[in-house]
Nanobody, 124 residues
Framework: QVQLVESGGGLVQAGGSLRLSCAAAGRTFSRYTISWFRQATGKEREFVAGISWTGGSTSYADSVKGRFTISRDRAKTTVYLQMNSLKPEDTAVYYC?????????????????WGQGTQVTVSS
């Protein structure tokens, strides 16, 4: 069982930056691939970015490539999503999720554990 706790959401103007954090409560992420998903009002939950359990590979949705960066700390207790050049269309609830898959997968059905979500709102 993995408990995930997100933080770092908030309100920001277009062009601004935010950094989201996903912490593993009471354990490390050493055997989990971690990804960020987001869900805007009235839309499906979609993949944003992921990092493999070794930290050796990352993957991004086309809509965020070049603007968002996913990383994990050396202790493998926290995964970060640095979001730059934010746009109003990035507004959503952002969730982190964990899977035992060794590589990043974009399908939300492959993830066994989810955080509670953190709201990101980008004003124009």
């Amino acid at each position: 069982q993995v408990q995930l706790v997100e933080s770092g959401g908030g309100l920001v103007q277009a062009g601004g930056s935010l950094r989201l954090s996903c912490a593993a409560a009471g354990r490390t992420f050493s055997r989990y691939t971690i990804s960020w998903f987001r869900q805007a009002t009235g839309k499906e939950r979609e993949f944003v970015a992921g990092i493999s359990w070794t930290g050796g590979s990352t993957s991004y949705a086309d809509s965020v490539k070049g603007r968002f960066t996913i990383s994990r700390d050396r202790a493998k207790t926290t995964v970060y999503l640095q979001m730059n050049s934010l746009k109003p269309e990035d507004t959503a609830v952002y969730y982190c999720a964990a899977t035992t898959q060794r590589t990043v997968v974009a399908s939300k059905n492959e993830y066994d554990f989810w955080g509670q979500g953190t709201q990101v709102t980008v004003s124009s």
